[in-house]
C-alpha cells in the first residue's frame, strides 16, 4: 500500500485546510484508515478515524467539533477538513491503513503510513 498525503501549509489562527490521503496498491475501499499527527519533541498521536465505508468516525477530543474525517472509495482518498485551527495543531499529519480489527485510537494498529504532511499554524 501507497499513502500520498497533500493539503499541509501554513495557515493563520482560526483558519482552515483540508488535508488528503491518496491510495494505492490495496483494495482502499476493503480498510479502516486513520490520521495521526506529531509535532517536535511528542509522541505520535491520534487525530480521527474511519471506518472501510465511511458509516462510523472516530476523533481525539482536542479536534472534536473542528475537524472532519471522510473518505471517497471511488477515488481511493481520504481526507481531514481541519477548521478553527490554533497553533497546538502545528505538526506533521500522517494518514495509515489499519488492516485488521483493534482500537482505531493506537498507532500500532495501524499497518502502512504515508510520509506526512507538514501543518503549520501561526498565532
Known amino acids: 500500500v501507497q499513502l500520498v498525503e497533500s493539503g499541509g501549509g501554513l495557515v493563520q489562527a482560526g483558519g482552515s485546510l483540508r488535508l488528503s490521503c491518496a491510495a494505492s496498491g490495496r483494495t482502499f475501499s476493503n480498510y479502516a484508515m486513520g490520521w495521526f499527527r506529531q509535532a517536535p519533541g511528542k509522541e505520535r498521536e491520534f487525530v480521527a478515524g474511519?471506518?472501510?465505508?465511511?458509516?462510523?468516525?472516530y476523533y481525539a477530543d482536542s479536534v472534536k467539533g473542528r475537524f472532519t474525517v471522510s473518505r471517497d472509495n471511488a477515488k481511493n482518498t481520504l481526507y481531514l477538513q481541519m477548521n478553527s485551527l490554533n497553533p497546538e495543531d502545528t505538526a506533521v499529519y500522517y494518514c495509515a491503513v489499519k488492516l485488521y480489527s483493534g482500537s482505531y485510537y493506537t498507532a500500532r494498529q495501524y499497518d502502512y503510513w504515508g510520509q506526512g504532511t507538514q501543518v503549520t499554524v501561526s498565532s
Open positions: 474511519i471506518t472501510w465505508n465511511g458509516g462510523s468516525t
